[in-house]
Nanobody, 114 residues
């Protein structure tokens, strides 16, 4: 299983971005997908997670601004980010949990200027 994240870029505070994660390979048994982020020099931070049955969870700092979704038939996972803040700047990573194994993508950089 391979994941390719894209959609990052440089935006101004208040703007929106949609991150995408294209998945290849056999995803039979997929349980959930998630997005994390990491600022260089800091620990990776959980951002959002979705289960296959639609349950979602977000870190408090993005609640109401970010939405995680997935189109499993197309093997795509998304993170819609709105009202972006400078503190959202980070490298964003998508991941999948398939039968207790976790697969990670390579990350996409989001920079939010004030």
């Amino acid at each position: 299983v391979q994941l390719q994240a894209s959609g990052g870029g440089l935006v101004q505070a208040g703007e929106s971005l949609r991150l995408s994660c294209a998945v290849s390979g056999n995803i039979f048994g997929l349980d959930q997908w998630a997005w994390d982020r990491q600022v260089p020099g800091k620990q990776r931070e959980f951002v959002a997670i979705s289960t296959r049955n639609g349950a979602t969870m977000y870190v408090d700092s993005v609640k109401g601004r970010f939405t995680i979704s997935g189109d499993i038939a197309k093997k795509m996972v998304y993170l819609q980010m709105s009202s972006l803040k400078p503190e959202d700047s980070a490298v964003y990573y998508c991941s999948l949990n398939i039968q207790e194994l976790t697969y990670w993508g390579q990350g996409t950089l989001v920079t939010v200027s004030s």
